[in-house]
């Protein structure tokens, strides 16, 4: 069965400092790998997503994410944080079952 | 167009109601999830609708616990004699299939409290 893992409940970054919020997942075939944000009070949206092909992946709001297969990691990172990322993230990964959802990891930005 | 709609935003019940929680997904997906969203404790996947096929009820964590969906389209979760344990956001998403490359979109959620 698939899983995936947040090590860090929270990331605290400097606006202007890239960021970087990690996952890790477990999985038995290819993996189908996912980001969400949730806002304060609000429903998840999407960020963005890995198929195949190119390993960075570029999404919304200048977020990026890097698929390493040896690792078996797809950390999401952003060049320049701002104050309005703060936020709740979500990893997710799919193989040919079910999405699974990581923990969450809450991502604070300071000015 | 419209995105997914959850009703009530809130809902606050006395243990041992039931309660029904509403989710109308966007027209044309035919994939509908419930998940539960406790604090720190992530995502928990409840049941998955997939066009006509028979539901995935595999995350429903007790028979107190049910859910529909008419029509291929909107869906109740249902759950009878509600517990303080119950208390936490039920989100609905929908997407436009399951499996493969297809994301998903969640609505704003249901905030229950059993008191």
């Known amino acids: 069965a698939q899983s995936v893992a947040q090590p860090e409940d929270q990331v605290n970054v400097a606006e202007g400092n890239p960021l970087t919020v990690k996952c890790t997942y477990s999985?038995?075939?290819?993996?189908?790998l996912f980001w969400y944000v949730q806002y304060p009070n609000r429903g998840l949206q999407f960020l963005l997503k890995?198929?195949?092909?190119?390993?960075l992946v570029k999404g919304s709001y200048g977020f990026e994410a890097e698929f390493n297969k040896s690792q078996t990691s797809f950390h999401l990172k952003k060049p320049s944080a701002l104050v309005s990322d703060s936020a709740l993230y979500f990893c997710a990964v799919r193989d040919m079952g079910g999405e699974v959802f990581g923990k969450g990891t809450t991502l604070s930005v300071s000015s | 167009g419209a995105g997914v709609s959850q009703s009530p935003s809130n809902k606050v019940t006395e243990k041992g109601k039931d309660v029904e929680l509403r989710c109308d997904p966007i027209s044309g997906h035919t994939a509908l999830y419930w998940y539960r969203q406790s604090l720190g404790q992530g995502l928990e996947f409840l049941i998955y609708f997939q066009g006509n096929s028979a539901p995935d009820k595999s995350g429903l964590p007790s028979d107190r616990f049910s859910a529909e969906r008419t029509g291929g389209s909107v869906s109740t979760l249902t759950i009878q004699r509600t517990q303080q344990e119950d208390s936490a956001v039920y989100l609905c998403a929908s997407s436009l299939g399951r499996g493969g490359s297809y994301e998903q979109y969640f609505g704003p959620g249901t905030r229950l409290t059993v008191t």
């Open positions: 999985v038995s075939g290819n993996p189908y």
């Open positions: 890995y198929i195949t092909g190119d390993n």
